[in-house]
């Protein structure tokens, strides 16, 4: 492929840009739209993610083992937490995190967040 000149790749770098810009004024009408027809109907992102309930995929509600509120892929908030931002559930394998921490001699109660 031959090699284009400077001034040849600003060109296109402008045109690109152009273009770009064409492509973001086009969806900015339909975004106002969606966001309206959310609003009127009381949609929220939230909503969005989750999966559609029907008759067909309505499980009854378990009366044991997990929670109601507990939904499979729910958030679990993070129960552990160190200086360099990993994180920990507190639930299933110690990560490594901990663990070198503990070897180390830290408690692993100084990890936890909010207590």
């Known amino acids: 492929m031959p ?11 402008a045109a ?18 969606v966001r309206a027809l959310m609003k009127k109907l009381g949609v929220t992102v ?8 029907t008759q067909k995929n309505r499980k009854a509600t378990p009366k044991r ?5 507990q939904k499979k892929g729910a958030k679990i908030p993070v129960k ?4 360099n931002g990993n994180t ?11 663990v070198e921490a503990e070897r180390a001699g830290k408690n692993r109660d100084s990890f936890k967040v909010g207590g």
């Open 3 to 13: 090699r284009l000149s400077a001034e040849a790749l600003k060109a296109k770098i």
């Open 46 to 53: 939230a909503d969005l993610a989750e999966k559609p309930t």
């Open 88 to 98: 920990w559930t507190g639930r299933g394998k110690t990560p490594l995190w901990i």
């Open 16 to 33: 690109l840009q152009k273009q770009l810009v064409a492509a973001e004024n086009d969806k900015a009408p339909a975004i106002r739209k």
């Open 80 to 83: 552990y937490r160190d200086d």
């Open 65 to 69: 083992g997990r929670k109601a509120a």
